[in-house]
């Protein structure tokens, strides 16, 4: 599996202007996911349960070092947690929408008439 660290790194958009990249990824999101479907909440939950596992080991970390507040390790063990389970999420919704970024650009002809942003 390709990991994507920007819109940049998917190569049917890699030829669009950063303008015009997130408009096509925005549309496509908005018109081929749904968040409120069992897919989305599904992973809504997988990054909650990241967080918590995240603020979890930031209290065993806590116990292991103690000059450290308790409410400081958990709340970086779970911006930890937070921040990883956004990037599987991420992750998962380029690969989603890869399919629908070339059937967008194709229809759309702004987006295909784009050249570079000076």
């Known amino acids: 599996m390709r990991i994507y660290h920007s819109l940049k790194d998917i190569p049917e958009l890699a030829a669009l202007p950063p303008k015009e990249r997130r408009r096509v990824h925005n549309a496509c999101l908005l018109e081929n996911y749904s968040f409120l479907s069992r897919h989305g ?14 603020a979890a080991l930031g209290f065993m970390l806590h116990r292991i070092v103690d000059s450290v507040s308790l409410r400081t390790c958990e ?9 990883f389970g956004g990037f599987v ?23 295909a008439a784009s050249g570079p942003d000076l």
Do not use: N, S
């Open 75 to 83: 709340r970086v063990g779970a911006a930890v947690g937070y921040v």
């Open 41 to 54: 909440l599904m992973w809504l939950t997988f990054v909650c349960f990241c967080a918590g596992v995240g």
């Open 89 to 111: 999420y991420g992750q998962m919704i380029h690969r989603k929408l890869r399919p629908h970024y070339a059937e967008f650009i194709r229809k759309e002809p702004k987006a």
